[in-house]
């Protein structure tokens, strides 16, 4: 790996953010082939996230209700620490599971999928900790996450098992 390195944040492995914690998002490279707003690249430089100067991923540990400890990455940005701009994400050996689900309802077969990826019921899940692995300025990489969540039109959080 390099710092020339360039890869889509969805594709991020365990042995990418063993290799480096921290990834920047490459907005100033979006127009270049092979590239969008979903391009990441390595951060070998630093050594702490400063969300005023990008939009960084950082390697994360999540913790499962049971105790199952899980290797993935949250959002640093600046001056918030919702949990709709940390979006903590686990990476299992078959993919990623996100729980942020945005303004879109999350459907029943996809949280199946994510059950059985991670081996989990929802109440050996849930209540899911997360905890930044790096040191990130001015935001605050920790906390829960109480399910899979989404945001209605209205503005509400809801929460889905």
């Known amino acids: 790996m390099t710092a020339k390195t360039r890869k889509q944040v969805y594709d991020l492995t365990i042995a990418d953010l063993e290799r480096c914690s921290i990834w920047e998002h490459a907005i100033d490279e979006e127009g270049e082939k092979g590239q969008d707003e979903a391009t990441v690249r390595p951060r070998l430089d ?6 005023a100067e990008g939009i960084f991923v950082v390697k994360a540990e999540l913790t499962a209700n049971d105790g199952t400890s899980y290797c ?41 999928k994510d059950y059985g990826l991670l081996g989990k019921t929802s109440e050996k899940l849930f209540p899911l900790r997360f905890k930044a692995l790096v040191p990130t300025k001015g935001v605050r990489l920790e906390g829960t996450v109480p399910a899979y969540l989404f945001k209605t039109k209205e503005g509400e959080v809801v929460e889905v098992r």
């Not at 940005?77 to 996100?98: T, Y």
């Open 72 to 112: 993935g990455y949250c959002y640093a940005e600046e001056q918030d620490s919702s949990l709709g701009a940390i979006q903590p994400h686990i990476i299992a050996e078959g993919g990623q599971v996100s729980f942020w689900c945005g303004i879109i309802e999350p459907k029943e077969d996809a949280i199946r």
């Open 46 to 51: 630093i050594t702490e996230a400063n969300p």
